[in-house]
């Protein structure tokens, strides 16, 4: 064989390492640039959805946020609601005091007038005889220990209407 053939042979084999390393070395950086491409549409698409869901954590942050401030408003209006109620109560029951002391004087001034009256408003010592108390079994006039009574009963014994603050509307307890 010729030196040239050899050299010819040894060419051409050359010349198609350098071609097929070349197409390898172009398949390689074809499969590089999609597998970069397809990283890239990826952190494209992971973005996107970073935004929405940041958009929507945006959105939930001011509805709790808003949310909050509704129930703090309300709860004022009802701490507002209930000192008003009970200042009205406390005013209520310094009304009802004060009834109840201008009652137990003129009571006590109708018992200093008049000893003999009753609490209703009847004398015990009326001018109709049918009004006086029959006499008891041995025949005594049971009036003088009607007075006696009459005197020395405690009238705050009787259940007074008072005010309850804790209910609504002012209701009275017996």
């Known amino acids: 064989m010729d030196t040239w053939l050899i050299i010819l042979i040894v060419a051409v084999v050359i010349v198609l390492l350098v071609v097929l390393a070349l197409a390898l070395s172009r398949r390689a950086q074809g499969s590089r640039g999609r597998k970069q491409e397809q990283a890239r549409e990826q952190a494209r698409e992971r973005l996107q959805e970073a935004h929405v869901r940041g958009a929507q954590a945006e959105k939930e942050q001011a509805l709790a946020e808003e949310q909050a401030a509704r129930a703090r408003r309300e ?3 009802v701490e507002e609601r209930t ?3 009970e200042q009205e109560a406390r005013e209520r029951a310094a009304r009802a005091g004060e009834h109840r002391s201008e009652a137990d004087a003129l009571r006590a001034e109708a018992e200093k007038l008049a000893p003999d009256v009753v609490a209703d408003g009847r004398g015990q010592h009326g001018t109709d005889p049918a009004a006086r108390p029959a006499p008891d079994r041995a025949g005594h006039d049971d009036q003088t220990g009607d007075d006696d009574r009459a005197r020395h009963r405690d009238v ?3 259940p007074q ?3 309850d603050p804790d209910q609504s509307g002012g209701a009275t307890r017996v």
Do not use: G, Y
């Open 161 to 163: 209407p008072t005010v």
């Open 83 to 85: 000192a008003l109620a």
């Open 75 to 77: 709860r004022a209006e």
């Open 156 to 158: 705050s014994t009787r």
